[in-house]
């Protein structure tokens, strides 16, 4: 059983929709981050929170604690924002080493 | 803040032989972390440094994985007698400030093939 999972594991958009990711973990935690990869496994780090909502640009993202569940949600959709999107949680008494979701692949169509 | 650089970008080495890869991270970050992904994956923790000590490892950080941070710089990890199994990207990530929750940042990776 993963301790994180996201869903879809696979997302086709049209370029202008508005793009929801989820994550639910099972484990206690300390922070959850997004992470964007793109081909080539680089990994950039988008958010990291612990609860609440942030934004950026026209990235946000969500966490519910009492519900162990965050999204990720991306307006106005463009190609340039296709690759994998990674949910990665810091769990509680940990020394700060993520457990990762297995990413959500997204495409986005011209 | 030149960001975290791994290198090589890509081995590529007969069943058998040793490797060892390296990891820059940012200069004032003091904790680094080494994670290994596999096709279609996320990336698994192997093991974390504080400074110069190793604090965490994995149990998939098998008796033929050793990383060392010797001066709390650079880090390396090698892997002896490697097999096919260990095909993979092997991340490196650093953080720094107060506490363990804070961002971490990701180098390229060096993606590892296993003849």
């Known amino acids: 059983k993963n301790e994180v999972e996201q869903s879809p594991q696979n997302l086709t958009a049209q370029e202008g929709e508005f793009i929801t990711i989820n994550c639910s973990y099972s484990?206690?935690?300390?922070?959850l981050h997004w992470l964007q990869q793109h081909p080539g496994g680089g990994i950039v780090s988008l958010f990291m929170?612990?609860?609440g909502k942030k934004k950026h640009g026209r990235l946000i993202a969500t966490i519910n604690i009492q519900e162990k569940h965050s999204s990720l949600h991306i307006t106005a959709s463009h190609p340039r924002d296709s690759a994998v999107y990674i949910c990665?949680?810091?769990?509680?008494?940990?020394?700060?080493?993520?457990?990762f979701g297995k990413g959500t692949k997204l495409s986005v169509k011209p | 803040d030149t960001g975290v650089s791994q290198d090589p970008r890509h081995k590529i080495t007969k069943r058998g032989q040793n490797v060892t890869f390296r990891c820059d991270p940012i200069?004032?970050?003091?904790?680094l972390y080494w994670y290994r992904q596999t096709l279609g994956q996320g990336p698994e923790f192997l093991t974390y440094?504080?400074?110069?000590?190793?604090?965490?490892k994995s149990r998939l950080l098998s008796d033929r994985f050793s990383a060392e941070r010797p001066k709390g710089s650079f880090s390396t990890l090698e892997i002896q007698r490697t097999e096919q199994g260990d095909s993979a990207m092997y991340l490196c990530?650093?953080?720094?400030?107060?506490?363990?929750?804070?961002?971490?940042?990701f180098g390229d990776g060096t993606r590892l093939s296993i003849l």
């Open positions: 200069s004032e970050h003091n904790r």
């Open positions: 929170l612990s609860s």
């Open positions: 484990v206690g935690i300390s922070a």
């Open positions: 990530a650093s953080s720094g400030g107060q506490g363990y929750y804070q961002p971490q940042h």
């Open positions: 990665a949680v810091i769990y509680g008494g940990s020394q700060g080493n993520l457990i």
């Open positions: 440094f504080q400074n110069e000590a190793q604090l965490e």
